[in-house]
Nanobody, 124 residues
Framework: QHVQSGGGLVQAGGSLRLSCTAS????????EGWFRQAPGKEREAVSC????????YYSDSVKGRFTISRDNAKNTVYLQMNSLEPEDTAVYYC???????????????????WGQGTQVTVSS
């Protein structure tokens, strides 16, 4: 399972960091990802980090503003979000990818063991 923390309300241009701690499996055997879902929209992939080489992937909408990282010793994946925009408002989820490497951001069905979700609200 994954347990998330972080999130909240921030003004446009601000920063937040999300954390996601995993348990119940060998964390460094799997890639990890972040998704988000805004009201009335489908869940979209935001970022992924591979387990083997730490290679990272980002959606075009967050590239250059968000940074994903992982600490295998703590079984935790992070999402540092800078220069936040109102369009970033959504519920954010972490999840385990079913592969060791991301290859690409991928699709929802390629992930399991979802976190509980955390609200991020960016005010203009």
């Amino acid at each position: 399972q994954h347990v998330q923390s972080g999130g909240g309300l921030v003004q446009a241009g601000g920063s937040l960091r999300l954390s996601c701690t995993a348990s119940g499996f060998t964390f460094d055997d799997y890639a990890e990802g972040w998704f988000r879902q805004a009201p009335g929209k489908e869940r979209e992939a935001v970022s992924c980090i591979s387990s083997s080489d730490g290679k990272t992937y980002y959606s075009d909408s967050v590239k250059g503003r968000f940074t994903i990282s992982r600490d295998n010793a703590k079984n935790t994946v992070y999402l540092q979000m800078n220069s936040l925009e109102p369009e970033d408002t959504a519920v954010y989820y972490c999840a385990r990818k079913i592969y060791a490497d991301c290859y690409a951001l991928g699709y929802v069905y390629e992930y399991d063991s979802w976190g509980q979700g955390t609200q991020v609200t960016v005010s203009s």
